[in-house]
């Protein structure tokens, strides 16, 4: 096999080449998807989401064709021990060995930086992704429940959902209101009781400063991070929140984030509320939005039976991947 596999060079990338790969593989593992736009991989490329660490990228070539993309995000803080690693071969140069060669091709770097698991989140369930992962020796540890809601399609009355009596709502953009820091940052780590399946991951261990920090880097890239947070009236404490991100390179599409209800306030409708209210807070604001997509851990039944009384409907699960950078070593 010709096959030529280098490290990805920014300044002499064709970057047209590389979203034609990852439009033609999206196109077969997620058909009727919009794709990601260029500008949007553009963006990404030059700097990962919050939270997604630093990026390395390999580039697989036979003669001049682009054959095969490798992204490996090594992941800070917490998540240190981890190489986040998508491997994508164009539909019509599968099943050659490519695929098996830009994983062992970015493995050296992997070790180099520490990485003990290299996990895989963009596996979607049933298609060829899945099956060559568990030929190279990954194993199952997560699925992930992707769901979208289209907001021509939607109905808006889904979105009359009253506050519960004992509470108020409260949205920012941008930064939390220093008055509700404190309960915002611990509600924040209600994130910690979402399923996680077998995956490695773990969730940010949220503080005030933290909180501040992830402000920051959102406002560095320019993300419009939205807040909806229920505040309990007698403590005047956060209750429960929810998050979504619109990007400026694609403002017709918000990323749900975080949802999280503390746990004494659970059960009382808190998580449909700031979700209805997020939604209609976004489409008076940005009325040309026309998707918000989120993911939710399958074990995670309470928030994705949310998601489809807010209007979200339930897409191909994606699901993740993890094996040893080293096989022969415990993972973690
Ligand atoms: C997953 C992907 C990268 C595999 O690329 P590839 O170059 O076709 O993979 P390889 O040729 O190295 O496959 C190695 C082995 O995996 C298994 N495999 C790969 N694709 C398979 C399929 N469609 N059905 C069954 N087994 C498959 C086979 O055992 C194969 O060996 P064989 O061809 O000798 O039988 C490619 O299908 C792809 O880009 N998918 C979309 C992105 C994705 O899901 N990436 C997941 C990795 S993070």
């Known amino acids: ?53 630093t990026a390395e990228r390999w580039v697989g070539f036979r003669g001049d064709d682009l054959v095969a993309l490798a992204q490996v995000n090594f992941l800070d803080a917490e998540n240190s021990a981890i190489g986040v690693t998508h491997i994508v071969v164009h539909p019509a140069a599968r099943r050659a060995g490519i695929g098996g060669a830009m ?65 108020r709502l409260l949205w920012w953009a941008g930064g939390a209101p220093d008055a509700v820091l404190d309960s915002y940052a611990a509600a924040r780590g209600a994130i910690h009781d979402a399923p996680l399946g077998e995956s490695d991951y773990r969730w940010p261990r949220w503080s005030p400063a933290r909180v501040r920090a992830a402000e920051a880097e959102a406002r560095a890239q320019g993300l419009e991070q939205r807040i909806v947070a229920a505040v309990h009236e007698r403590t005047g404490d956060v209750a429960a929140f929810t998050e979504v991100c619109v990007h400026p390179r694609r403002p017709d599409w918000g990323y749900q984030r975080d949802t999280a209800v503390v746990a004494a306030h659970r059960g009382r409708g808190l998580g449909r509320s700031v979700k209805a209210h997020m939604v209609r807070w976004l489409l008076a604001e940005r009325p040309a939005l026309a998707r918000i997509g989120t993911t939710t851990g399958a074990e995670n039944a309470h928030m994705i039976r949310v998601n489809r009384e807010v209007g979200f409907t339930t897409l191909p699960s994606m699901i993740a991947v993890q094996r040893a950078v080293s096989p022969g070593t415990r993972p973690a």
Request: hydrophobic share 50%; aromatic share 6%; proline share 9%.
């Open 1 to 53: 096999m010709d096959l030529e596999i280098a490290r990805f060079d920014p300044a002499a990338a064709d970057m047209a080449a590389c979203h034609d790969l990852l439009v033609a593989s999206h196109h077969v593992d997620l058909p009727g998807e919009p794709p990601l736009p260029l500008a949007e991989l553009v963006g990404r490329w030059a700097r990962p989401l919050p939270g997604m660490g």
């Open 103 to 167: 994983l062992r091709a970015v493995l050296p770097a992997l070790r180099e930086r520490g990485r003990r698991v290299i996990e895989g989140w963009e596996v979607v369930a049933g298609t060829a992704g899945e099956r060559w992962a568990a030929a190279m020796g990954f194993r199952r540890v997560r699925t992930v429940v992707r769901q979208a809601l289209v907001t021509a399609k939607a109905d808006p009355s889904r979105w009359d959902v009253p506050v519960p009596a004992g509470y």
